[in-house]
T-cell receptor, first 111, second 114 residues
Framework: RKEVEQDPGPFNVPEGATVAFNCTYS??????FFWYRQDCRKEPKLLMS???SGNEDGRFTAQLNRASQYISLLIRDSKLSDSATYLC????????????FGPGTRLSVLP | SAVISQKPSRDICQRGTSLTIQCQVD?????MFWYRQQPGQSLTLIAT?????????ESGFVIDKFPISRPNLTFSTLTVSNMSPEDSSIYLC???????????FGPGTRLLVL
C-alpha cells in the first residue's frame, strides 16, 4: 500500500461546481498535513495546511480525520483558474524530513 | 516565504555526462531538500542537504550518483552524475520555513538526457 493515496482523477467539472478531493495516508504517526497545487510545468505551491479542527480559506475547505487517516479538500464555486494538480502531502515530523507527496489529482474546470 | 532560484532552468544533456544544478535562497535556512519529479509522477525526495555535514539520502539514491554540496545556509548544489535517459526529470530544491513549517519549492530544473 502506498503511503499517501489520492483520488486518481482527472476531474473535469464546469465552472461554479463544487468538487471534493480525498486523500488517505498509511502512517499513523503522521503529524502534519498539507494541500499543494501544481500548475502545469510549474513547481508545487502550498495551498493550505490541514488542521484537526478543519480549516477554511475562502472557497477552499480542508478536513482531517485522524482516526480514519483521511484528508479532504473541498473547492466551492470552482473557477477556471483552479485547474491544476492537487497534491496531498503528509509529514511524519515537523522538521521537513519524511514529507511524503501523494500522486496528485488533476482538476480541469471547464467554461 | 523564501525566494528560491535554480540554475539552469532546463538542459539537454548527452548520456554519460554530468550536470550540476544550483539552488539559491534569499535567506538563511537550516534545511534544504532535493526532489525529483518524473513525467506524470509526484515528487520523490532524493536527499536532505545539511550545512556542514554530508547529505542524508533516501532509499534508492546514493551519493555517487547524486553528490550534493551545502557550503552555506543559502546555497546548495545537486549533481546528476553519469546521466542516462532514465534521469530525465524535473529536479526541485525546497526549503522549510514559514509559520506553517512546510516546504517551499524552487522553480525546478527540467533535464532531458538523450
Amino acid at each position: 500500500r502506498k503511503e499517501v493515496e489520492q483520488d486518481p482523477g482527472p476531474f473535469n467539472v464546469p465552472e461554479g461546481a463544487t468538487v471534493a478531493f480525498n486523500c488517505t495516508y498509511s502512517n499513523s504517526a503522521s503529524q502534519s498535513f498539507f494541500w499543494y497545487r501544481q500548475d502545469c510545468r510549474k513547481e508545487p505551491k502550498l495551498l493550505m495546511s490541514v488542521y484537526s479542527s478543519g480549516n477554511e480559506d475562502g472557497r477552499f475547505t480542508a478536513q482531517l480525520n485522524r482516526a480514519s487517516q483521511y484528508i479532504s479538500l473541498l473547492i466551492r464555486d470552482s473557477k477556471l483558474s483552479d485547474s491544476a494538480t492537487y497534491l496531498c502531502v503528509v509529514g511524519t515530523d515537523n522538521y521537513g524530513q519524511n514529507f511524503v507527496f501523494g500522486p496528485g489529482t488533476r482538476l480541469s474546470v471547464l467554461p | 516565504s523564501a525566494v528560491i532560484s535554480q540554475k539552469p532552468s532546463r538542459d539537454i544533456c548527452q548520456r554519460g555526462t554530468s550536470l550540476t544544478i544550483q539552488c539559491q535562497v534569499d535567506s538563511q535556512v537550516t534545511m534544504m531538500f532535493w526532489y525529483r519529479q518524473q513525467p506524470g509522477q509526484s515528487l520523490t525526495l532524493i536527499a536532505t542537504a545539511n550545512q556542514g555535514s554530508e547529505a542524508t539520502y533516501e532509499s534508492g539514491f546514493v551519493i555517487d550518483k547524486f553528490p550534493i554540496s551545502r557550503p552555506n545556509l543559502t546555497f546548495s548544489t545537486l549533481t546528476v552524475s553519469n546521466m542516462s535517459p532514465e534521469d530525465s526529470s524535473i529536479y526541485l530544491c525546497s526549503v522549510q520555513g514559514g509559520l506553517q513549517e512546510t516546504q517551499y519549492f524552487g522553480p525546478g530544473t527540467r533535464l532531458l538526457v538523450l
